[in-house]
């Protein structure tokens, strides 16, 4: 039997005025009514992110802690698993654009966000983003011109990510180079003897501790069939992180975690280590480094599950599927296109017939 608090996380809002469901509205912190206009805002809590300890959930004994059941959609087609906080009618996968069955729906736990970056560019934007995107790209099919218009190849999606913050400390051996120069006469390709500058190093031995606070590792936290979002457009300002209030869901679509909690550790653990070798470089000194070894331990582990918007774009061509992103926060974009045969053959058959003409003119 679920909590109190997931009952209220999965309570839909009413406006006040006609009873449509309120929906968060990008670049604020209110809720409104598409329909009359109405706006309320988001309770944010003033005490901010929730940080968990890391090794209770890690052993699975503070999971229920933190956690709830939401409503998932599978899709059969590229096996996204998908959130919606919205009435659906009818719902396409935000990755294949494939119809999702609402009939399908079953209830999964997680561990509750501890804070969403909510969208920061609205629905419009982004087909004015796409739009412009589109009218640069030589031949394209004019279906795809129609993708960057209709909405129903367009959703608002919200990405999930661990992050890992943590007390490091290394200890380390390795060595400190430093540059010098040599002069010396060679022969050069011109069987001139010149004289040449050869750069050599000194390496002296070089042991110590580094230590420092490593805060939100950013892990991804699906698996994204096929890598689909580039990480070109993977890239937010963390500081515009919302403590997480399941309004900001509200007309969006949110993706579950596919990455378990473990593996995103384990993961973090490798970043943490790159940068302890990088702060272990800097503590040697000199010209250029070499760390022989290191010893690395991390204390005072917590972690969240954040969760960060996209906009995609999803259809079919010829049987093939296409995506296009558009960062939700910044507006950057990128995706894959297909060519168009015809326009491509047409525009080859005017170049020949302008190569005709021009020779048979060229010779009258």
């Known amino acids: 039997m679920m909590n109190e608090t997931v009952k209220k996380t999965e309570l839909k809002k009413s406006c006040i005025n006609c009873g449509a469901e309120l929906k968060y509205k990008p670049g604020t912190t209110n809720i409104s009514c598409e329909y009359c206009g109405h706006e309320e805002s988001i309770e944010i809590d003033e005490n901010g992110f929730m940080e968990l300890e890391l090794h209770p959930y890690l052993q699975e004994m503070g999971a ?10 599978h899709c ?3 096996g996204a698993n998908q959130h919606v906080e919205e009435n659906y009618k009818s719902l396409h996968c935000v ?4 119809p999702l069955v609402i009939e399908d729906a079953y209830k999964e736990e997680w561990i509750l966000p501890g ?3 909510p969208f920061q560019i609205a629905k419009e934007q982004s087909f004015r983003i796409f ?22 190849f367009t959703k608002g999606l919200y990405l999930p990510y661990w992050t890992f913050d943590a007390q490091l400390l290394a200890s380390y051996t390795g060595q400190r180079g430093e540059y010098y120069y040599e002069t010396r006469r060679v022969r050069n390709a ?4 010149v004289t040449q500058r050869v750069r050599k190093t000194r390496w002296y031995p070089a042991s110590g501790e580094v230590f420092g606070f490593v805060d939100d590792t950013l892990i991804k936290a699906s698996n994204q069939k096929k890598g689909r979002v580039p990480h070109k457009i993977a890239r937010w300002n963390l500081k515009l992180l ?4 399941s309004s900001f869901l509200s007309g969006f679509v949110t993706e579950k975690y596919t990455i378990p909690l473990k593996q995103g550790h384990l993961q973090s653990k490798e970043v943490a280590r790159d940068i302890a070798t990088r702060w272990c470089r800097q503590d040697i000194g000199g010209d250029t480094q070499r760390v022989t070894s290191m010893d690395m331990q991390l204390s005072e582990e917590t972690f969240k599950h954040i969760l960060l918007p996209v906009y995609v774009s999803a259809y079919r061509y010829k049987g093939k599927e296409y995506n296009f992103f ?5 507006g950057e974009i990128s995706g894959s296109r297909p060519y168009s045969f015809w326009k491509i053959f047409l525009a080859m058959m005017a170049v020949v017939l302008l190569i005709v003409l021009f020779v048979y003119f060229g010779g009258a």
Do not use: T
Not at 190 to 193: A, Y
Not at 326 to 330: A, P, Q, S, Y
């Open 76 to 78: 059969k087609n590229c």
């Open 131 to 152: 739009k412009k995107w589109v009218s640069r790209l030589w031949w394209a099919p004019n279906k795809l011109k129609k993708a960057a218009l209709d909405p129903q």
């Open 190 to 193: 011109q069987g001139k003897m």
């Open 115 to 117: 804070a969403v970056l």
């Open 242 to 245: 919302q403590p997480f209030n």
């Open 64 to 73: 229920q802690k933190h956690s709830e059941e939401i409503s998932m959609l």
């Open 326 to 330: 558009i960062n939700g926060e910044n």
């Open 95 to 98: 990755y294949c654009s494939m």
